[in-house]
């Protein structure tokens, strides 16, 4: 599994908010302490929603597609995810099938899976070239408790199809 944490668009606007605020202090020295409260109040508040989403267990992945598929026509691929964690988990979904060898529609997909519980989504895949290729480890992008982060996963493990 690679980790890697992204701020999201809510963070970024609170950022560009906290900065806008500090256009008065520049004019009035004596606010300058509220501006600066404002911004440790803001860095507490990413720092701790970022160490919660680097605790929270990622779901776990299961592909499901028959192992041969047939040339030119449209197959449904389902994605299976279930949830260990005690919370809700938000995520954006990305299976990486063969680019090269077929045409994808339904990706990228939002998914809610319950806590403890477990959600599928389905995604139609067309193969347009002959032979056997590989489907790489799904990517998800699990959001924050507060949403201001959001973590890049790759789960599940890789699966080979023939195309006839």
Not at 3 to 31: D, K, V
Not at 43 to 69: E, T, Y
Not at 97 to 123: F, K, M, N, R
Request: net charge neutral.
């Amino acid at each position: 599994m690679r980790l890697s944490l992204s701020p999201t668009l809510l963070l970024l606007h609170w950022l560009i908010g906290w900065t806008l605020l500090g256009l008065p202090p520049a004019f009035w020295p004596e606010l300058t302490g509220y501006w600066l409260l404002a911004g440790a109040l803001l860095f507490a508040s990413a720092a701790r929603d970022a160490f919660h989403l680097h605790l929270r267990p990622a779901p776990l992945v299961k592909r499901f597609m028959p192992p041969a598929l047939p040339l030119g026509a449209w197959q449904p691929i389902r994605l299976r995810f279930d949830n260990p964690a005690n919370q809700t988990l938000h995520l954006t979904v990305f299976d990486h099938y063969p680019t090269a060898a077929a045409e994808c529609a339904d990706l990228p997909q939002q998914i809610t899976v319950d806590a403890h519980g477990w959600a599928e989504l389905t995604y139609r895949l067309r193969p347009v070239v002959r032979g056997e290729w590989t489907f790489a480890p799904v990517q998800i992008g699990l959001a924050s408790p507060q949403g201001l982060w959001q973590r890049d996963d790759r789960l599940g493990e890789p699966a080979t199809v023939r195309v006839y």
